[in-house]
Structure formats: C-alpha cells, structure tokens
C-alpha cells in the first residue's frame, strides 16, 4: 500500500492513517467497554433472597456420593426423603424445598471417585453458589472438605447450616455468624469416652488412631483435656488421601505399635471403611484391645464386621433397633415413600440389614427435620437473615435425644450424647450388629477440660402434628 | 500497519506493554460477560498459565528438564497462606511478590548442586523435591495444619468494584469477577517481565546454552550462573502462580501440589507450545477448561462418566493428546498455527 502515498503528501497520508486508525481503535475500545459494563447492569433479578420463590426454597449441599467416604452418602439422602416427604404434604408455608446434593468424594478426588474430573468441595460449592444460586448450604458433610469452604460461604453470604463433623471449626458465631455444626464435638465426644474409661477401665494404657486432619487432632484434644495420660507413641494418625495398600501399610505400623506398647483401650476418630480396615488388621495381628470409635466411624452397618462387637461408642439417637421408638417409625415411613429410595438406600432393601434404620439415616433426616422447623417458624418472609435468627431461637425437635440447641454464642449443635455398645444380633435373619445405648442417660460437656461431664436424663421430643 | 512495525523496532518494551495492556482490557471486558463459575475457572487459568510459562522458560529457552515445579508452588501456596493468616491486612500484591521471592530463593536451594546435572539426572532430582514436599507438609502439622491443610479469606471485592454489580446475587457476582480480575492483571504484569526477558541478553545467552553449550562458553556466557538464574526465575514464577492458586482457593491443602500436578504443567505445557508465551496462555485455558473437553468426549463416546472408565478418563484424553501433539505437531497449538499457515501458502503457490 505504501507506493501511493509517494512524494510530499506522503508524511500526511500517514499521519491521516494514523489517525483514522486511532480512532477507530478507540470506538471499538469504547464499544467494547459498553458491552462489559452492560452486564453489570443487567444483571438485577426479581427476587430479593436468592433461591427464594414464591412456591420454593431451593438449597444444597456438598457431600460425598462416590469415593472413599461414599458411605456418608445415606446421610444426604435421607434429608432429601424427609424433604421430599414435606414437599408432598404441600412444603412448608406453601414453598417446596429442592435440596440439590452434588458429589464432592469428600474432597479426595481418587479412590472411587465417579464426580467428574477437577471436582472439588470448592468447585462443587461455587456452582451451588453461582449457578443453582442456593438459599442456604444445608447438611455438607466433612471436616477438611467443609473446612476449605467455609470462608467462600461466610463472604458470600451464604448461610452454612447443618455441617456434618464434629470439628469445632463450625462453633466459631464471632467470625462465622452464618455457620452451624450439628453433632456434638470431636472433643466431646473424646470427653465421653474418658469418662466411660475412668469408671470401666480405669487402668488401661491408653492410645488413639485418628484421621489425619482436625477430626483425629480434635478426638486427640478431648482425650487429652480429660486429663487421659496418652504417650505420645500411642498418639498416632493416618492418612485419608492415599491408596488402600499405602494406607493399609501405614495402619499395620500403628497398630503393632499399639500392640507391642500393650494399649488395651483404643480410641478410633476414623471413617468407617478405615474402621473396617483397622478391626480386620488388628485380628490378623491377634490384637483385642477395647475399641471406642467415634460416633461418625462406628455405625454396624456401614463398618459391616462382627470384629466390632464389644466396641463402645457415642450415639446421639435412638437405639436403631427400636422399632417402637415413634421417631423411628416415622423415618422408616419417610424413607419407604421417597421416591429414590432404592437407589439412595441399597443397604435398607437388600442384604442382610433389609428393613433396617442404621444411624446415618437418623443423623440425615433430624438435621432435615431441624432445616423444616428453622424454615417454618420464619412464615411467608423467607430471608437469609431470618433464617440466622432463627437457628438461634428455635427449639428443634428432632430425633435425637440430646437437646439441639444453639446461641448467640454457640454454633456447635448438640454437646453429648449416650454411651453406646456394638451388640451381636441373636436373631440371625436380622442385621448381624446393632447399636445397644448403655443405660438411660445422656453425657454432655464441653471442649475444654474446665467443662465437666454432666449426665441428664434422654429426652424423647414428640413429631410436631405438621410432620407426622 | 507500518508505524507498527517502527515501533515495535524502536522501542520493542514500550511496544510489548502497549499489546499486553490492550489484551488485558479485553480480558478484563470479557471477565464482565462471563458467569461466575467461568470467572472462577478463568483465574485459575490465569495462574496455571504463569506457572507454565516459567516452566516454558526453563525447558523451552534453557534446556533444563525440571519436574519440581508443583514443588515451588507448593512453596508460594504455604508461604501465602501462612503469611494472610497472620497478617491479614497485608495487601495482596504484597502478598503475591513474598511469595515470589520465596519462590525465587527454594528455586535457588534446589539450582546449585542442580546445575551439575544434566538430562535425566536433572529431571530425577527436580522429581524428588516434587515427592518430598507432600510428606513435608504431612509432617509439621502446626506449620502447615497437615492433610486440613490451611484455610485464608477469599478474595473480597472492594466496594467501588462491588457497587458496579446489583441484584440478590451482587456479592457473590462481584467476588467471582474481582478474583478473575486480578488474576488476570497478575498474569499480564508476569507475562509482560517474560516477554522482555525472552528478548534479553540473558534470553539469548539462554538459548545458546540449550543448542551448544561449548559455543556458548566460547562466546563468554557464565555457564552455571545462566542455568541457576533459568531455574530461579521459574521457580519464582512457580511461586507466583502457586500463591495466587492459593488465594483465589481460599486453602492450600498438601494433595494439591503432590507430582501428578507437575506432569500435568508439562503435558499443558507441551500442548500449549513450548517456549511461547501464547503457548503458556493456551496451557492455562486449556488447564481451566479440560473438564468441558473431557465431558465433551464422555458425550461423543458414550462413556458413563461415573463409571471407573470414565474417571479415568481425563488422564487417558490428556495422554492421548500429548501422544498426538508429540507426533503431528510438535510445536503445540501455537506451532500448529504456523505449520497449518504455511500449508495454506505451499498449497497457493502450488495453484
């Protein structure tokens, strides 16, 4: 092109080019930079409340559905029976609760994991956020998943309810005015274990396998406040993130180590296929210590090997093979109506526990049910604000038998529960374990050694008319 | 187009910062048409983008194999999230350039006696940093909080850049782009410092280095101080890029910086193209949105996605790709632009 401007126009030409293209450049710029803006703009919706319509409440919750932890999946599943019963009974004030669960492998994407690839509890958190615009994040399930979460949902604005650990990261209301935990603390529950060791065994040597992450460090926190002497060479951990035959290898160690300092009572704070793992290992090392496991590493359902009978535990429901129980009754009702109940449930429809509660579905549906009451109370105006207030001021009747209560200044959830053996089952067309609760009482404490263990008689709350 | 090319001779920085800064307000335009969760996945594109680059430098421009870099990462990642919780005013550019300098110093640590090394030899001890920082991080637990790893706030956006957004789901709209934005900025201030030093003295030095190292110290280039200075520069970018990963995560947890992240920065790496930075940016985009690619084939195959198989599958899609990238075009998706354009001209010529 540059032979046409020949001679003295042609410094002018240029400059005219220049110029021309200058300013179409800057048009475009100026286009541009409208079309960005634009969208900010745009972007105001109708509503006030996100994931509040006038006939539906839309929530969710992060949860492990595939890999290693897959087994909590029946958690999940049953709040969305409990909802789904709801919703047939026309929703609460008139709005039907979606409950969106999206798999999230506990955070460890390997081992079985089928949620896709990239998937983590944050990604799968920021698409309920960002996409599916939820009301409140409601049951998700983990301590170091839910624990890389929090603060995404606490900016946000999201109310984060219901956690499903017992670390006390979620009973923290000065920084996380929106965040509840449920069941009692990885350190209360230690506590509980102390105390039942004091008064039954009072001479063992004690030690602990914890996971390797705030649940076993806060399991080894309660023990230790209880003043439990534990040596430092039975204070050991595994590691949830690597292959079976690692972790396997790495369980071997530890519990010969055990074995060989003569531990005779063992606190598990582990996940139960890791609780399956450690029992088996330790009866091919001819190894019987007394086990106490964790409330969330001990359901005989989910462990599924007799070498559990004998253990002690902690459980905050009713004894699942109390079929007079009411709130039992009502569960197994809510189950059996829930459409994906086949799926959800493989175990409550085939095998040797068909027909049979286990804890997991207890601890879904009374966090379900606790959601429904919080939601209720708030009437036709549904705001996030209110929803905060009233986890605060609501007193939930859920199935468990310890109070579910929280304050202002406690965000924990429930602060005990009872003491609890693995019983062998008698009838042998039934399930071959079951939870048996040890005498009628119900322990609840704190987390520091300043809070003593206080023991109160179990409370039955009765299903509110709407419900049942 | 002529003032553009006098230009680009006479001043070529000047000429560098006018195009990034113009590719970076259109990035910046487009982060405001895009959904949330694309912002979230186009940051962190933004930060893998600036570690392959670094990682591009060092294998492309000096001929150094390292497979350390999810190592120094891993360092920036801990020194940020250590750093915001405990000084949680700092700002984040602040933030960003310790973790750099951290970065830079653990790539220093490790260059020395790697200088000695070559090939192979060079690849096996930057691939046992890479093993070691997992049970590292595993093993002082008060450090580094263990497998929970360690949590900081996310990224806020300030109220100037908050009020552009209304609606109920203004915070969470404002938040997702704020973190899309400056890792963007982040990401162009980086790519900028390597265009230049692409272009430098030292770049020069570099790459006479990897094509004949004799003639190189014939000319006068200091042989051990080129290589070193290769390593720390990547690994100040590795930094870099791991402590915005951090930031824009809100956590740094051990597995996340465990080997199968550095084959991974080599597999985007070598697709994107080695040795460019439109390579680099190619990684990052790639990085962000492999998950589409792979859902995109479990569609076209039929592959159920929650079936073993189709776990797997991002690994076997990823290794087939670098298989056919190795065979037909070895240069990467930028090479293969240049190889498809010079087709086009042999083909016209032919006519």
């Known amino acids: 092109m540059q032979y046409i401007y020949q001679g003295e126009s042609s410094m002018n030409h240029q400059r005219i080019h220049r110029a021309v293209k200058l300013v179409s450049a800057s048009t475009l710029m100026l286009g541009m930079l409208s079309w960005g803006v634009g969208l900010a703009s745009s972007a105001s919706a109708t509503t006030a409340t996100p994931g509040v319509t006038a006939k539906s409440v839309t929530i969710g919750a992060t949860v492990p559905l595939s890999g290693i932890a897959a087994g909590y999946g029946e958690v999940s599943a049953a709040a969305a029976a409990v909802f789904s019963y709801v919703n047939s009974k026309g929703g609460i004030n008139g709005r039907k609760i979606n409950y969106l669960r999206k798999d999230d492998c506990y955070n460890i994407n390997a081992l079985g994991c089928t949620a896709g690839t990239g998937v983590t509890t944050l990604s799968q958190t920021q698409a309920l956020v960002t996409q599916s615009h939820v009301f409140a994040d409601v049951g998700s399930l983990g301590t170091a998943a839910q624990g890389t979460v929090l603060n995404y949902l606490n900016q946000n604005g999201v109310p984060n309810l219901f956690v499903n650990s017992g670390s006390s990261l979620w009973n923290q209301p000065k920084k996380y ?106 009866y091919n090392l001819g190894y019987s210590p007394q086990w106490l496991i964790s409330s969330v590493g001990a359901d005989p359902i989910s462990v599924a090997t007799p070498l559990e009978v004998g253990a002690i535990t902690l459980d905050y429901f009713p004894s699942t093979a109390d079929t007079a129980n009411s709130w039992n009754q009502w569960v197994t009702k809510v189950i059996k109506r829930f459409p994906a109940a086949r799926a959800d449930f493989p175990n409550y429809f085939t095998g040797a526990n068909a027909g049979v509660l286990d804890a997991n579905m207890l601890y879904g549906a009374s966090y379900a049910v606790a ?3 919080a939601l209720k109370s708030l009437g036709k105006n549904v705001t996030r604000a209110g929803l905060l207030k009233a986890m605060t001021t609501v007193r939930f009747a859920t199935p468990s038998q310890t109070p579910l209560r929280y304050s202002a200044t406690k965000h924990q959830g429930l602060l005990g529960g009872s003491l609890a053996q693995i ?46 | 187009m002529k003032w553009l090319t006098t230009l680009r001779d006479a001043r070529p920085t000047t000429s560098r910062a006018l195009g990034i800064t113009l590719l970076t307000l259109l990035a910046l335009l487009i982060t405001f048409r895009l959904s949330a969760l694309d912002d979230a996945k186009l940051a962190s594109g933004a930060a893998i983008a600036i570690v392959v680059v670094g990682l591009s430098w060092l294998i492309g421009w000096s001929g150094q194999v390292s497979l350390g870099n999810s190592g120094f ?33 653990s790539g220093l640590v490790l260059a020395l006696p790697s200088t000695r090394l070559r090939g192979p030899y060079l690849a096996g001890m930057t691939l046992a940093f890479s093993f070691a920082v997992v049970p590292l991080a595993l093993n002082f637990p008060s450090v580094t909080g263990a497998s929970s790893g360690l949590t900081l706030n996310f990224l806020n956006a300030p109220s100037w850049f908050a009020g552009l957004f209304t609606g109920p789901q203004a915070t969470v709209n404002a938040n997702a782009q704020w973190s899309a934005d400056v890792a963007i900025v982040v990401a162009a201030v980086a790519f900028f410092f390597m265009a230049n030093l692409f272009h430098s003295r030292t770049g020069r030095a570099m790459r006479l280095i990897r094509d004949n190292d004799v003639a190189a110290e014939l000319t006068g280039v200091n042989l051990p101080r080129t290589r070193t200075l290769a390593f720390v520069i990547s690994a100040a970018y590795a930094g870099l890029g791991g402590s915005l990963l951090t930031l824009l ?73 670098l298989i056919l990238t190795m065979l037909l075009a070895p240069r990467g998706l930028v090479g293969l632009g240049s190889q498809l354009v010079r087709l086009f001209a042999q083909l016209r010529n032919r006519t």
Do not use: R
């Open chain 1, 371 to 373: 959601f429904c009451e």
């Open chain 2, 73 to 105: 990462m891993a360092v920036g990642a801990y020194v940020t999230a250590i750093w915001a919780n405990h000084h949680a005013t700092t700002p984040i550019f602040v933030t960003l350039l310790l973790a750099t300098g951290c970065g830079a110093l």
């Open chain 1, 177 to 282: 005015k929106g965040l509840f935990g449920f069941q009692p603390s990885y350190q209360a529950e230690s506590k509980v274990f102390a105390y039942w060791i004091k008064k039954n065994e009072p001479l063992a040597v004690v030690g602990q396998i914890g996971q390797g992450d705030d649940f076993g460090a806060n399991g080894l926190a309660g023990l230790l406040a209880a003043h439990l002497p534990i040596a430092k060479a039975n204070q050991l951990t595994y590691d949830a993130n690597v292959t079976s035959p690692t972790l396997a290898a790495g369980l071997i160690q530890d519990i010969s180590t055990l074995k060989a300092n003569k531990v005779n009572a063992v606190v598990l704070d582990s996940i139960p296929p890791v609780t399956q793992a450690i029992l088996k290992i330790a």
């Open chain 2, 249 to 321: 995560n809100g956590s740094v947890t051990p597995q996340t910086y465990s080997i199968a992240l550095s084959i991974l920065l080599l597999t985007l790496m070598v697709l994107g193209g080695i040795g460019t930075l439109s390579g680099a940016v190619l990684g990052g985009l790639i990085y962000s949105y492999s998950d589409n690619l792979v859902s995109l084939v479990n569609k076209v195959t039929g592959v159920n996605p929650a079936s073993t198989f189709g776990a797997n599958l991002k690994g076997i899609v990823f290794g087939a790709l």
């Open chain 1, 423 to 468: 019983i062998a089952n008698t009838n042998p067309a039934s399930n071959p374990q079951y939870i048996k609760l040890l005498g009628n009482a119900e322990y609840t404490t704190g987390d520091t050694s300043t809070t003593p263990v206080i023991t109160a008689a179990p409370i039955v709350s009765p299903i509110p008319g709407w419900l049942s």
